[in-house]
């Protein structure tokens, strides 16, 4: 995990798990992974120099050949330049639609309304929703706090591979066909 994102896993006042987001209980250290980690060698994608795993880390900040193996790596996987991603909606972070905070991630949105504004009855267009392709930006939900509990209460990242430009039906059938598939 980048260190951003970790740091909002683990907010003071309940700290989730990176994947799932369930919530983290104190547990004991995993020492059997650590051994491992401490006795699998493993050699760098750019130098071949061999190593244990618990010295990649520093080894791989200090290499310049595995930084030009990364460096490739991102070249081949860019598409576009990065200039033209403000053409993508966000679909990360978002607005409270009842007040100005802004750069909520879903969770964090559904926190923060139940927390600050479960009272309010104001009709508001949800911002999650409305970066959806299939969503529209001008419908103003009844029960907005419902609509956040019922539709929201995880991401849809998290649990399926999303194709943005599919509509919910076509993803829904692709769903039931990969559960056919996988039985």
Excluded at 79 to 99: I, Q
Excluded at 149 to 175: G, I, L, N, P
Aim: proline share 6%; charged share 25%; hydrophobic share 30%.
């Amino acid at each position: 995990f980048c260190t951003p994102c970790l740091q909002e896993c683990l907010k003071p006042k309940k700290p989730v798990c990176g994947v799932c987001r369930s919530t983290l209980s104190p547990g004991s250290r995993a020492v059997d992974l650590e051994k491992q980690i401490e006795t699998t060698e493993t050699a760098c994608n750019g130098c071949n120099k061999k190593m244990y795993l618990s010295k990649m880390r520093s080894h791989a900040a200090s290499c310049s050949k595995y930084q030009n193996y990364i460096m490739e790596g991102v070249k081949a996987v860019t598409k576009e330049p990065l200039h033209n991603t403000r053409n993508f909606p966000n679909r990360f972070t978002f607005p409270c639609p009842y007040c100005s905070e802004k750069n909520f991630d879903q969770e964090g949105l559904v926190e923060h309304c139940k927390t600050l504004h479960s009272m309010d009855a104001k009709q508001v267009v949800c911002p999650i929703c409305a970066s959806m392709p299939w969503g529209d930006p001008n419908y103003r939900s009844a029960n907005f706090m419902e609509h956040l509990q019922r539709r929201h209460r995880f991401s849809y990242d998290t649990f399926v591979v999303c194709d943005y430009d599919a509509d919910e039906d076509d993803m829904m059938a692709q769903v039931l066909m990969r559960s056919l598939r996988d039985k």
